[in-house]
């Protein structure tokens, strides 16, 4: 009885971390680049016995979302995989949202100011007209200046999330296969968040939640009953 409870109660924290992820999708279903985020559970060490022991993971959904067209020179969407590369102060970072500005010292940069890479460094812009080709090479007033870098990872799930954007976690950034992907000039790619589906989730979970919360009681109460009972006998 005690070990169905405790699964109850891991079902419960299950649901409520699946809550929280939903209420995220929910508030950047119209962030720029962002990528809805699920938990799941798996069984870990089988025993003998059969009894296992559950892990929660998280699963990033890295399908592509709609492009939209701004018409704003410096924004950029990528249809196909791979990710814009930024230099932060704590190292690359790796991002779908491609709204990017100009800095002061005329370097391509995020409307935060982190310089946007290239396959040689950040990316100068000295000039007035701004042209992005398909394949990322970037011309200021028709000159070649830089070319976008975009890579791919061999296994995106083992990126670390950080807010709209992730870091390497030991993986290995790869350039992408040009064939495969395609940059696209003012154009921005939206959230892949389906609003609709995600308060369908949000609705689920709820109800699980409660249907764990009420075997939790039910049981709770057999517990003492049984309990109970006990005592009484024990008296007689």
Known sequence: MLRGIERLANDMKARIVGQELVANNLANATTAGFKAQRAFRTLLNQSVKGSAKQTLRLYTSFEQGPIERTDRPLDLAINGEGFFVIDTPFGERYTRCGAFTL?????LTTMSGEPVLGSGG???????????????????DGDEVG????????????LVREGNRFAAGGEVALPVNPDETEIIQGALERSN??????MVEMINLHRNFETAQRSIRL???????????????GRR
Not at 103 to 107: A, C, D, I, R, V
């Open 122 to 140: 950040p990316i100068p812009i000295d000039g007035q007209e701004i042209t992005i080709g398909r394949d990322g090479t970037v011309y200021v």
């Open 193 to 198: 968040v389906n609003p609709i589906d995600e």
């Open 147 to 158: 070319t976008l870098r975009i890579v791919r990872f061999d296994d995106p799930q083992r």
């Open 103 to 107: 800095s002061s010292s005329g370097l």
């Open 219 to 233: 049981q709770d109460e057999s517990a003492r009953q049984l309990i109970e009972r006990a005592g009484t006998s």
